[in-house]
């Protein structure tokens, strides 16, 4: 048994297909076919149950994942603190960012990561942050952004910046025509994006409202979101990071409106990152560039939550 066998096992049991592993891995189907093979002659039992249409893992070949897992992210870790040794800026790092955050602060810090940190190269990851907690925990990420604390501490948690958040209203909603929107009045009327995505409990908190006669019309996406409002079917809060896209967008057409909120109401980003991680020099010059791009107030703010 080696590591490389472990590696096609992993990644079979990830796509449940042998081309797209196989595609994954850079090898030929009957490469990756054969080492599995091996592995299961050498460990005496079926790992997989092959099917025309779908490969699934027998009891037996669950539970070796979990260990090649860990076996993996074990080596991974070897790796990792040989290059540190070596120079803690240089190599890959496994950032993660909730799908809220990744498009409006991406284009704001790749540009001068690149610029600072030449050797640095970051490998994105965009999901919820229940997924990007698990593939921490697993050593599938080194690090992630996220706008809620974990509330664990079995990760360290950076405080970067207060992010404010904003209303989006139709021209022609009653509230459109005050300069600051009151976060309660927009309860009755309020869109959240679907469960699972930390800014729906952020938008519920802010305005004090409970999933009621919007939880119909939940979307997947900030974009779905604003055009449920332009297409007047109700209110909702956005990150103020996406406010320039919204404007470039929509506000030329006058689709929508975005208002400050009187509370200001916002949420906090953090880095979260394993206790262990042997490249912390890694982790501070992604907190220095990141509080850079916003701001300063917004990092102030943090810094007083």
């Not at 797209?20 to 790992?47: D, W």
């Not at 080596?75 to 496994?94: C, H, K, N």
């Not at 698990?134 to 974990?150: F, G, I, Q, T």
């Not at 976060?183 to 009755?188: G, Y």
């Amino acid at each position: 048994m080696n590591l490389q066998e472990l590696r096609y096992f992993t990644a079979v049991a990830e796509f449940r297909h042998f081309g797209r592993a196989a595609e994954a891995c850079h090898v030929s189907q009957p490469t990756l076919s054969g080492q599995i093979r091996k592995l299961e002659e050498e460990l005496g039992v079926t790992l997989l149950e092959r099917t025309n249409k779908r490969v699934d893992l027998t009891p037996v070949g669950r539970q070796i994942l979990d260990h090649a897992h860990r076996a993996l992210a074990e080596t991974g870790q070897i790796e990792s603190v040989a290059r540190a040794a070596r120079d803690p800026l240089v190599g890959a790092l496994r950032l993660g960012m909730i799908p809220t955050l990744a498009p409006y602060l991406l284009p704001l810090i790749m540009g001068p990561l690149r610029k600072e940190y030449p050797g640095l190269t970051i490998e994105l990851w965009e999901d919820q942050t229940r997924l990007l907690v698990e593939c921490l925990r697993s050593h599938r990420l080194d690090a992630a952004l996220v706008a809620s604390p974990l509330g664990t501490l079995e990760f360290n948690e950076a405080t970067l910046f207060a992010e404010p958040l904003v209303a989006v209203l139709s021209p022609g909603h009653a509230l459109a025509k005050n300069e600051t929107v009151d976060e309660s009045a927009l309860a009755d009327d309020l869109l959240v994006m679907a469960d699972g995505h930390c800014l729906v409990n952020h938008s519920l908190a802010a305005c004090g409202a409970k999933a009621g006669l919007q939880s119909a019309m939940q979307a997947a996406t900030l974009e779905t979101l604003v055009n449920l409002v332009a297409a007047g079917y109700g209110t909702t809060l956005i990150p103020a990071l996406a406010a320039p896209w919204i404007e470039n967008r929509w506000l030329a057409n006058r689709g929508v409106e975005l208002r400050p909120l009187r509370q200001n109401s916002m949420r906090i980003i953090l880095l979260a990152s394993r206790p262990g991680f042997p490249r912390p020099q890694a982790l501070r010059a992604i907190e220095k560039v990141v509080r850079r791009a916003v701001p300063p107030d917004w990092v102030q703010s943090a810094s007083a939550a």
